[in-house]
């Protein structure tokens, strides 16, 4: 078990690709503290990391709200005694033409998607600095962070720019023994892709299903991504075997992007 013993916090862990990162790293032999702002997935969440025999703590925070988050990670290291982890994986979607944005619209998901990625690793850094340890930051981009996408452009300049930020930060911090990655999934089988493809069909006028079936059916290796396919890849991020690794986002998509 490369991370037993350690203490991982994972945002939007309540479902989805959070809650598989949440599930793994507790296989891996880590406590888990599980962020979100939905109280019921967080504790149903938590159950199945004890289940695992691991410790599990929740707290309701939105990111995109810096002090929140600095409370996270406050309650991480009182209630779980560490913290060494850091998973900004919390992140909303956003399906809409170029010439249909509004100003609501991109202030909204800048501040869940880019600026809750940013307090997330100021947060954790400080927090590593002041503890006087290593740590690890992860942070979720995709393949609309390698690639815009027709419909998803804010959405995609939101995962460009959690690129640029993980780029900068392993920059800032390899001195201080920290190392910030990001990891880019492709087409994952959860809510959020349920939503995109709803999104798309008001839009475009497709039948619903037909968007998510297109996407899936081009890629390489024939198959939807599973959350886990996506957890296995951060469980390598988060363990021993990825320190001589920062500032890297890459692709895990079963061939879709290719770079
Ligand atoms: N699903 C995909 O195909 C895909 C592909 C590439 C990247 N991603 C990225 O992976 C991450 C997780 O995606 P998912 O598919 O599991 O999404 P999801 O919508 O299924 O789950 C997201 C979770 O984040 C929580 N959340 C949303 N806004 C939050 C906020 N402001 N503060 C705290 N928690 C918040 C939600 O409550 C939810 O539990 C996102 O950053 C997403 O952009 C997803």
């Given at each position: ?7 991982a ?22 406590d ?48 779980l ?8 994986n919390a992140g ?15 202030d ?23 503890r ?8 979720a ?35 201080d023994?920290?190392?910030?990655n990001a ?10 892709w ?11 006028g ?11 059916d081009?890629?390489?290796l024939?198959r ?28 895990i998509?079963g061939g879709?992007?290719?770079?």
């Amino acid at each position: 078990m490369s991370i037993e013993g350690k203490v991982a916090l994972v945002t939007g862990a309540g479902q989805g690709i959070g809650r598989a990162i949440a599930l793994r790293l507790a296989k891996d032999g880590a406590d888990i503290a599980i962020v979100d702002l939905n109280e019921d997935k967080m504790r149903a969440v938590a159950q199945e990391v004890e289940a695992l025999g691991r410790k599990a703590t929740t707290f309701k925070a939105d990111v995109s709200d810096q002090k929140q988050v600095y409370a996270a990670i406050e309650h991480t290291e009182k209630e779980l005694g560490g913290f060494d982890i850091m998973v900004n994986n919390a992140g909303i979607a956003q399906v809409q033409a170029i010439a249909d944005v509004t100003p609501e619209e991109f202030d909204k998901i800048q501040k869940i998607n880019v600026a809750g990625t940013l307090w997330g690793i100021q947060a954790a850094a400080k927090k590593f600095i002041e503890r006087k340890q290593k740590g690890k930051i992860i942070n979720a981009s995709s393949i609309a962070g390698h690639n815009g996408f027709a419909l998803l452009g804010v959405y995609s300049a939101t995962k460009f720019a959690v690129r640029a930020l993980t780029q900068a930060a392993a920059q800032e911090y390899a001195g201080d023994g920290i190392t910030v990655n990001a990891y880019c999934p492709g087409v994952v089988g959860t809510d959020m892709w349920v939503e995109i493809d709803k999104r798309f069909a008001e839009i475009t006028g497709a039948e619903e299903g037909e968007t998510y079936k297109k996407y899936v059916d081009g890629i390489a290796l024939g198959r939807a991504q599973t959350p886990e396919d996506v957890a296995n890849f951060v469980s390598y991020l988060a363990g021993p075997d990825s320190d001589y690794m920062t500032g890297q986002a890459p692709l895990i998509d079963g061939g879709i992007v290719y770079r």
